[in-house]
């Protein structure tokens, strides 16, 4: 079973920590995969390798990606290459004139019928990627024990077969064409081999880009910056320290051995295939000071304006680069990382211009921080130090939004979901609708319940009741004496669909709900101060209670600031505001964005309370969700 890190027991872990060095080297041990998850991996690609072979006399089953390139984090999906070359050579050759002879020197395997009767009705070397990986499906779903949701995705750049282990809860995918990756995965060992700094740092950068949402989508796809391309920054800002902690793939080129030279798919992969011909760096520089250096390096650097290149170790200018002949057939972007073999791919190529933009200014922010001695010294009065401010959730600048409003993002990761509910979700065939649907019916509930808003849907239409987890009906709005014509007479706060989406949906289709709502009370105001009041007031056991039943303490909060201000407020609210929620802007991106337009004239407060919102709504959010699926349970 999937082992979890929650964000608590991280930062407690983090805090305890001596100094920042030693809280990157923590990272590692926390995140990587434990032996009994390794081992079940290793029973995985055994057990696929017996079946395959049934079928496909002569293939090997080869994990690549994070599972075995030394960036392993719990959970992460099972990346395995069916390498069909040897089954090709012998299908080709049995059905030669010397077929008989050639069936018998194949070697063990291909002695039942079941081989025979799914490799006649395919030829290897003709046939189209989707007929291959739709056979590859048909065995996964028919002969593979304890697998499950099994998709071919022919059309995915790399096409793959995507599966879910059943009592793992487990992701996997199975590519057929991908031999390029077998060779960067064993470049991404080589490197961290090389330099024991790689792992510690490329965890603590892989982590804060997922909390920033810069990248880390567990589902792939969409604008962030994918795991792959954000290692190779890191490898490459390490080619570049003086002097380097690792050396370029050129200068590795020449180091090859004649027998580990290597030419994949056109492209020379030569590089050695282990540490003894590299001479180990001389660059001292810590932990905590390569990490500020990254921020630094990378909040003023041009990624529109060259090509950054692990081959040569350096940032290539564009126009020289353009009248290359890669150069003329890289997809230029916003962020432009040149795969190291590959090299007329950008492996950033799928990132935006907002994304680009986000990356640095987060990285400017990191490295102010890094200058801080927040950053550098263990907190003696128990505060958060070091990398734990580094990996607080960021939010995008309102700025970046355009004037239609602020933005709070809630990501997919903030579940507090038990595993079986989450693997649950993780099958539902519309994923993202499904988390969508949930997080909505979640920041109805804080609205509406706990902050004591009313909330209609657009254009003041009353909306019809929909069923949430705590059985929201019409209840009256505590301390709310005023007529609301104006909002259709209606408290009901179901949120209002915009789009539904139909059945079969185009993938650009977009999916949002909106609220109007208005807020009586400053009910974002000294909620601190009247949760200790109520504390102390409260039951035998406060912190239990508090624990289990927050939503319900924060409620309270409410009714109790509402109850003080009593009859000072007028006849209108103290704000109006519309939400929308929308799902990220991937095709697979798991985020719910909630953009807040304030009603006209209403700046400041406004602001207050939408700074108020940032922090407690995402909270909120998780621990609704959370609730929910237990109740289910
Ligand atoms: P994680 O699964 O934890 O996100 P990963 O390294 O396994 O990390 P995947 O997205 O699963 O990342 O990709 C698996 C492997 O496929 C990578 O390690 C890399 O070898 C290759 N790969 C992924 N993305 C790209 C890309 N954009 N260009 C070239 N190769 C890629
Ligand atoms: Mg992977």
Known sequence: ????????????????????????????????????????????????????????????????????????????????????????????????????????????????????????????????????????????????????????????????????????????????????????????????????????????????????????????????????????????????????????????????GDGDQAIVDGWDCSFPQDTSRLEPSTNTESLCSLLAEFFRVFGDHDFAGCVISLKEGRALPLP?????????????????????????????????????????????????????????????????????RLFQPGVPEAGELGPDGLLITIPFTLMALSPGSRQQLCQARDFRRCWFDKVCAAVTFVLKDVLKCSCTGPAGEPLGQEPTEQGGGEQPIVGSKHPRSDEGGSLAVSPAKKKPRAEGPAPEEEESVSWSCAVWHRVWMGRRRIRRQLRHLGSPQPDAEQEAGSLEVEEKVSEAIIQQEGDSMGSEPLLRFTACAQVGSGQEDTRTLLCFTPGPQQGLLFQDFYHFLQGFLPRMVERYVGRAARGRQ
């Open 320 to 388: 020289s680069f353009l009248l290359s002949e890669v150069g003329a057939k890289l997809k230029l972007g916003p962020f432009n990382v040149q795969d190291p073999f590959e090299l007329s791919h950008n492996v950033a190529a799928n990132v935006n211009e907002k994304i680009a933009l986000r990356f640095q200014h987060c990285c400017r922010d990191g490295a102010k921080y890094c200058r801080s001695l927040q950053y550098q010294r263990k907190s003696s009065k128990g505060k958060a130090w070091g990398l734990v």
């Open 1 to 256: 079973h999937r082992e979890q890190l929650s964000p608590e027991k991280l930062v407690q872990a983090l805090c305890q920590a001596d100094d920042v060095d030693s809280q990157m080297s923590q990272l590692v041990q926390l995140f990587e995969l434990s032996e009994s998850e390794r081992r079940l991996r290793h029973l995985l690609v055994t057990l696929f390798q017996e079946v395959f072979s049934e079928f496909f006399p002569g293939c090997a089953i080869l994990p690549f990606g994070s599972s075995v390139n030394g960036f392993d984090i719990h959970g992460c999906d099972l990346d395995l290459f069916l390498d069909l070359e040897k089954t090709k050579t012998f299908q080709a050759s049995a059905k030669g004139p010397q077929g008989a002879q050639a069936e018998e020197e194949a070697g063990p395997g291909p002695d039942s019928d079941s081989e025979d009767s799914i490799l006649s009705d395919i030829d290897l070397t003709t046939a189209t990627v989707p007929e291959v990986l739709e056979l590859v499906a048909a065995v996964l779903r028919k002969c593979v024990p304890g697998v499950h949701s099994v998709q071919a995705v022919p059309s995915a750049r790399r096409p793959v077969v995507k599966f879910c282990h059943k009592d793992s809860g487990l992701l996997g995918d199975i590519s057929i064409n991908n031999r390029l990756a077998l060779c960067n995965t064993r470049f991404l060992q080589l490197c961290t081999e090389a330099d024991e700094r790689v792992r510690p740092l490329v965890y603590a950068l892989r982590y804060w880009a997922k909390q920033q949402a810069l990248a880390g989508n567990p589902f792939g796809g969409g604008p962030l910056l994918n795991n792959y391309a954000l290692t190779l920054l890191v490898l490459f800002f390490l080619q570049t320290r003086s002097p380097p902690v690792l050396p370029t793939l050129a200068q590795l080129r020449e180091l090859t």
